[in-house]
C-alpha cells in the first residue's frame, strides 16, 4: 500500500454465513460475532441468497468513476455478472482497507492486483464450499455467472445457495490466489456507465450538500480575505437579530492553512438565514503580514531574481554555457502561468455532529483520514471518537484533499451544541481555495545546425522558504527534457508566498508541460524542422532512459507521439486562420501525446475545432467508457485553464469570486474529442490526471502555427491576437 500498511492478506477479513458472522483475524482465528444475512466474504463482498453480490468501493468518489471500477476488479474474479453486483460506499476504516483517498490517478496502479485478488480468493471459498459438498476435487469445479458447476456430474449451485458453507472454508492466501487469463475477462475492459448516473441526473440525494440529519441547523463562516488574518471585531447582535438565527460567534482559530482558521460563524434554521446573518456581520480584520503581497509584485519579483544568480541549481548536465555560445541559433523566452483555482461545481460543506465527546461527520472528502485526525487533534478528543461518513462528492482535482470545511463544521456544531451543515458559497471557494502556484521560467536554449538542440537551461522561479517549495510549486530535477539532452541545467529561486497552494489535477505537470513543450516548439521553429520529426529525434530510440523510480520510458512516448500525428493528419493543409499544434507529457504513470486544431478569428477569439488524444497506460482499459469521461473531462479543463482561467492576487487577498470571473468551458465552447489507446505490456495505470497537461501547449503551439504570434504567458490574451 501506499501509506506503508501490510497487505490486504494480512488485514482482517470477514466472513459470513447463515445465521453466523466470522471475523478471521491477522492469525487466522474465527471468532463468532453474531447473526447476519447475506454472507459477507470478506470485508469487500456479501452475497445474498437471491445471488445478489454487494461490493463495497473503499475509495471516495469524486466523479472519476472509481465507485465503478473498483468494484469491477473484484466482480470480475469473482466470476459474477454485473447485472448482479450492487455497489456501496466503504466505510473510512484504514485498519480494513488501508489508506482510502482519491487523488494521484493512483487508484489503479494501487489496486489493480489487490482487488483482483480479493474477489479470486472470495470466488475459492465458494468453489471449495460446493467441492465439499459434492465431495469432488475443487480443481473438477468451474465458475460463472454467479454459480459454482461440476462440469462431470453436471451439478450446479449458486453462490447464494453456497455462501453459509463458504464461511466454514479457511480463507486462502492472498499473494498466491489464481487469477484468471485476461483472455476470460467478462467485466474488464468492457464499457459500464457509472454506477450512480440514474441517481445524479435524476436528482436523487447523493452529494455532501445533499445530506441531512435530524435536528440540523445550517451554519455559514466568514474568514478573512487575506489568508490567515485574525477577527478584529464583528456585529454579532445585527447577525443574532435576523429571523432564524440561532447564534452567531467568533472561532479563534489558528494559522495552519490547511486547519481551522480565525472567522465567524453564522447557525440558523435554514442556510438563507445563516446567510441574511453573515451579510450584517460587518467583519473587521486584523492586520496581517501578507495583505501587502499582490499578483503583479510576484512577477515583478520574479522578473529581478531571473536577472540575477539562481538561489541553487537543480540539476547541471554538461556545459551549458558553452554549447549555447556554440549553437548555430538561440531562442531566450519566458513563460509564465497564473494562480489557479479548483472550481468544484459542488463547493465545500460538512455536515457534523459533536455530542458527549464524540463527533459524526459526513463529508465529501478526498482524503477522510487525514480529516478524521485533523478534528480529533483540534477539537481534543480521540481519533476514535470520531466518525467520518465518505459522501460522493461534486468534483474535487485535488482541493478536497484537504479538510479545513470539515474541522470548520466540526468545531461549529460543538459550539452551538447540535448537529450543523456548514455549506461555504462560491465566493468562499474560489477566495478560500488551495490553488495551483503561479510560476516564472527564464528559458535559453540552442540548436545545432543539423537541428538538434545544443543546450537548454531554465530560471525557474517559484514560491517556497529556506530552500522547500511550496506545496506543489516544485519541479523535478528529472522532468523532460532533462537526461535527454547532454547540455541541461535547471536553476531555482524562491519567493516566500502567503496565498495557500495545493496540488490541482495534473499538478505541477498542469504548468510545467506548457513551459517545456511550447519552448520546444520555438527550438524546433529556429531549427527550421516540423514540431513533430522535431520531438521524435529528441526521444531518441532508446526505449527507456534512466532508472527507477524516475525512469522514462521513451520509446512508449514516441509511439503515442507517432499515433497522435497519423490519427490528426499532421502535415496536411488547413483552411486559413487554422493550425496544428502538437503536445506531450508523462506524468502520473501515463504516456499522453495530444494534436490541437484550432481556429483563431480576426478579433483574437480562440476556437477550438478539434483534438486529438493518443495515450499508453498498459495493458489494460479497466472501463472504456470511465476512461473516455477521464479523457474528455481532462482535455476540457485544460482548454478551459488556458483559455480563460486565473485568480489575481491583490492585497493578499484573492479577486476573483465568481464563475463570471473565473469562467468554465461551456458546452457550446467544447469541441470534438478522438481518443486512442496503445495497449502495451505494462501494468495498467489511472486516467485522472495524465491527460491534461499536453493539451495545453498543444493548444499554444497550434495558435503559433495559425498566427505566427507565440503565447507565453496563461491565460490566452486574446487583444494579443488580434489580427493588425
Known amino acids: 500500500m501506499a501509506d506503508g500498511s501490510t497487505p490486504i492478506a494480512t488485514r482482517r477479513d470477514v466472513l459470513a454465513g447463515g445465521g453466523l458472522l466470522l471475523t478471521f483475524a491477522v492469525a487466522g482465528k474465527a471468532a463468532a460475532q453474531g447473526a447476519g444475512a447475506p454472507a459477507a466474504m470478506n470485508a469487500y463482498v456479501r452475497v445474498g441468497v437471491d445471488g445478489v453480490v454487494t461490493i463495497a468501493s473503499k475509495n471516495p468518489e ?56 480479493v474477489g479470486a480468493a472470495a470466488r475459492a471459498m ?71 448516473t440514474a441517481a445524479i441526473v435524476t436528482g436523487k440525494p447523493l452529494f455532501g450538500i445533499d445530506v441531512t440529519v435530524p435536528g440540523m441547523l445550517f451554519a455559514t463562516y466568514e474568514k478573512a480575505p487575506v489568508f490567515g488574518a485574525k477577527v478584529a ?50 467583519v473587521r480584520w486584523a492586520d496581517h503580514p501578507t495583505a501587502r503581497q499582490s499578483s503583479a509584485g510576484f512577477a515583478a519579483q520574479a522578473l529581478e531574481l531571473s536577472k540575477g544568480p539562481p538561489q541553487r541549481t537543480a540539476r547541471k548536465d554538461g556545459d551549458v554555457e558553452a554549447a549555447l555560445r556554440g549553437a548555430a541559433k538561440t531562442v531566450e523566452a519566458a513563460y509564465a502561468y497564473p494562480f489557479l483555482a479548483h472550481a468544484t461545481l459542488e463547493p465545500q460543506n460538512c455536515t457534523a455532529h459533536f455530542k458527549d465527546g464524540k463527533v459524526e461527520i459526513w463529508a465529501p472528502t478526498q482524503n477522510p483520514e487525514p480529516g478524521r485526525q485533523l478534528v480529533a487533534s483540534t477539537l481534543g478528543v480521540p481519533p476514535e471518537a470520531v466518525t467520518v461518513h465518505m459522501v460522493r462528492c461534486g468534483g ?92 541541461y541545467q535547471l536553476d531555482v529561486s524562491l519567493m516566500p508566498c502567503g496565498v495557500p497552494t495545493g496540488p490541482l489535477r495534473a499538478p505541477g505537470s498542469n504548468a510545467i508541460a506548457f513551459v517545456v513543450q511550447s519552448f520546444i516548439d520555438e527550438l524546433a521553429h529556429a531549427a527550421g524542422a516540423d514540431p513533430v520529426a522535431f520531438r521524435l529525434k529528441l526521444l531518441g530510440d532508446r526505449a527507456m532512459v534512466g532508472e527507477p523510480p524516475s525512469a522514462y520510458a521513451a520509446g512508449r512516448m514516441a509511439a503515442v507521439v507517432r499515433l497522435a500525428a497519423e490519427k490528426s493528419g499532421w502535415g496536411r493543409q488547413v483552411p486559413k486562420g487554422h493550425g496544428l499544434g502538437v503536445g506531450f507529457h508523462y506524468s502520473h504513470l501515463g504516456y499522453f501525446a495530444e494534436v490541437v486544431e484550432v481556429r483563431v478569428e480576426p478579433d483574437g477569439a480562440v476556437k477550438p475545432v478539434k483534438v486529438w488524444v493518443a495515450g499508453d497506460v498498459g495493458r489494460h482499459i479497466i472501463n472504456p467508457l470511465g476512461a473516455l469521461n477521464q479523457v474528455e473531462g481532462s482535455v476540457l479543463d485544460g482548454l478551459s485553464e488556458a483559455l480563460t482561467q486565473k485568480i489575481t492576487i491583490e492585497n493578499g487577498a484573492a479577486v476573483e469570486a465568481s464563475f463570471a470571473e473565473y469562467p468554465l468551458i461551456r458546452i457550446a465552447e467544447a469541441c470534438p474529442i478522438e481518443t486512442h489507446f496503445i495497449t502495451s505490456d505494462n501494468a495498467p495505470t489511472g486516467l485522472g490526471e495524465p491527460v491534461l497537461p499536453p493539451v495545453i501547449p498543444a493548444l499554444c503551439n497550434a495558435i503559433f502555427a495559425a498566427t505566427g504570434k507565440r503565447i507565453r504567458q496563461l491565460p490566452i490574451d486574446t487583444e494579443f491576437l488580434k489580427s493588425v
Open 62 to 117: 469524486i466523479g472519476q468513476g472509481i465507485k465503478t471500477m473498483l468494484p469491477m476488479l473484484i466482480a470480475e474474479e469473482l466470476d459474477v455478472d454485473w447485472d448482479q453486483v450492487r455497489i456501496e460506499q466503504a466505510p473510512n476504516d484504514p485498519t480494513v482497507y488501508g489508506r482510502q483517498f482519491a487523488g494521484g490517478s493512483m487508484a489503479t496502479p494501487l489496486h489493480w492486483d489487490e482487488l483482483r485478488r
Open 126 to 196: 465458494l468453489v471449495a464450499a460446493a467441492a465439499q459438498t459434492w465431495s469432488v476435487p475443487a480443481g473438477e469445479c468451474v465458475t460463472g455467472s454467479g454459480a459454482v458447476r461440476h462440469p462431470a456430474s453436471r451439478r450446479s449451485a449458486s453462490y447464494g445457495s453456497l455462501a453459509a458453507k463458504a464461511a466454514t472454508v479457511p480463507a486462502p492466501d492472498l499473494k498466491t490466489v489464481p487469477l484468471k487469463d485476461q483472455k476470460d475477462y467478462k467485466i474488464i475492459g468492457k464499457a459500464k456507465p457509472q454506477y450512480d
Open 233 to 282: 471585531g464583528a456585529d454579532l447582535d445585527a447577525a443574532r437579530a435576523v429571523r432564524g438565527v440561532r447564534g452567531a460567534f467568533v472561532i479563534d482559530g489558528g494559522t495552519d492553512l490547511t486547519g481551522l482558521l480565525p472567522g465567524v460563524a453564522v447557525v440558523a434554521d435554514s442556510w438563507w438565514a445563516a446567510r441574511k446573518g453573515r451579510d450584517r456581520l460587518n
Open 396 to 487: 474535487g482535482f485535488g482541493r478536497r484533499l484537504v479538510n479545513d470545511y470539515m474541522v470548520e463544521a466540526a468545531w461549529i456544531s460543538k459550539q452551538a451544541g447540535a448537529p450543523v451543515k456548514l455549506i461555504w458559497t462560491r465566493e468562499d471557494d474560489l477566495r478560500h481555495d488551495f490553488y495551483r502556484p503561479a510560476g516564472w521560467h527564464f528559458l535559453r536554449g540552442g540548436v545545432t545546425a543539423d537541428g538538434e538542440i545544443a543546450a537548454w537551461r531554465d530560471h525557474f522561479v517559484s514560491f517556497g522558504e529556506n530552500g522547500e517549495f511550496a506545496r506543489s510549486a516544485g519541479m523535478s530535477p528529472t522532468e523532460f527534457p532533462a537526461r535527454f539532452l547532454p547540455n
